[in-house]
C-alpha cells in the first residue's frame, strides 16, 4: 500500500499565492483551525483572522512576564 503525504505549507502558498489562500484551502478542505495550527505551525490568532476576512495590521507584539 502506498502513503501519500499531505503537501507542506510552503508548497500550498507556493500552489494557492499567499498564506491567506492557503488557510482558506485548508478551511474548506475540512480542516479545524486547531488541525492547521497544530499540523502547519501558524499561530492560531492569524488562522482566525483569515477565517473572518481580517488582514493583520502589522506584527503583533505581546507582554513579556520578567
Known amino acids: ?13 507556493e500552489i494557492y499565492g499567499s498564506l491567506r489562500a ?5 478551511l474548506e478542505s475540512g480542516y479545524t483551525p486547531e488541525d492547521i495550527s497544530w499540523k ?12 473572518y476576512g481580517s488582514e493583520p495590521s ?3 507584539l505581546f507582554a513579556r512576564a520578567r
Open 40 to 51: 502547519m505551525k501558524i499561530p492560531y490568532h492569524l488562522i482566525r483572522l483569515y477565517m
Open 1 to 13: 500500500m502506498t502513503l501519500i503525504r499531505p503537501p507542506s505549507l510552503s508548497k500550498l502558498i
Open 58 to 60: 502589522g506584527r503583533v
Open 22 to 26: 492557503a488557510i482558506q484551502h485548508l
